[in-house]
């Protein structure tokens, strides 16, 4: 008995669609580019960089992703602060009395050290050079301008210092535990909730 050929088509349709989740898993699993999403990806420069022993080359990889959550974090807090104080206090509010004298200070230190370093300053914007203790500090002691946009402020205070910790290994080049990616993922769940 012949089929119907719109069943067939869709037999196929799946079949196809099953082939290729199955391919996009063995592409993660091996990390071997199958160019199963439309094109090759570009070639990144570390492969360039035969001298450095694969499984190195292969933690860098694997900690990029990380890296890209600190820094889409961080830069989206620090728009954040910047547009809420620029809001209540106009665009110097760098210079303004709610900028705690000892962020201004590490801050202005840290300038002055890139700057005698002789590369070029990473930003012209203080914020760009804070930590994330110090934009806690900028958050927690501008209360008034952020309660309400935050659940609570010891909620924030300990999210963003949990995050300066969890920042530690990638900053300085170490691999970071399972349980480490873990927490990690759930500091990012609980910012985002303490976000009202």
């Known amino acids: 008995m012949a089929k119907n050929p719109e069943t067939l088509i869709r037999a196929f ?5 099953q082939i290729s989740d199955e391919m996009n898993g063995v592409s993660k699993s091996t990390g071997f580019d199958l160019g199963l999403n439309g094109a090759f990806r570009r070639k990144r420069q570390l492969e360039d960089y035969d001298q450095f022993e694969k499984e190195i080359r292969n ?10 959550i600190f820094y889409c974090l961080e830069i989206s807090i620090r728009r954040l602060v910047s547009q809420t104080m620029m809001e209540a206090t106009g665009q110097n509010w760098w210079t303004s009395a709610r900028v705690p004298p000892g962020v201004s200070t590490e801050v202005a230190a840290r300038k002055k050290k ?3 370093s002789g590369f070029d300053l990473r930003s012209e914007h203080d914020i760009d050079y ?4 110090e934009l806690s500090t900028l ?8 309660e309400p946009i935050f659940s609570s402020k010891s ?9 300066n910790v969890l920042r530690g290994p990638i900053a300085h080049c170490c691999e970071m535990s399972d349980d480490e990616k873990l927490r990690l993922e759930l500091t990012v769940r609980d910012w985002f909730r303490t976000i009202s």
């Open 59 to 68: 933690q860098a990889s694997m900690m990029s992703e990380y890296y890209e």
């Open 130 to 133: 804070t930590t994330f203790g």
């Open 139 to 146: 958050i927690t002691s501008n209360w008034d301008l952020f």
């Open 114 to 116: 890139e700057l005698d």
């Open 13 to 17: 349709g799946m079949s196809a669609l």
């Open 155 to 163: 909620a924030v205070s300990t999210i963003l210092n949990r995050l």
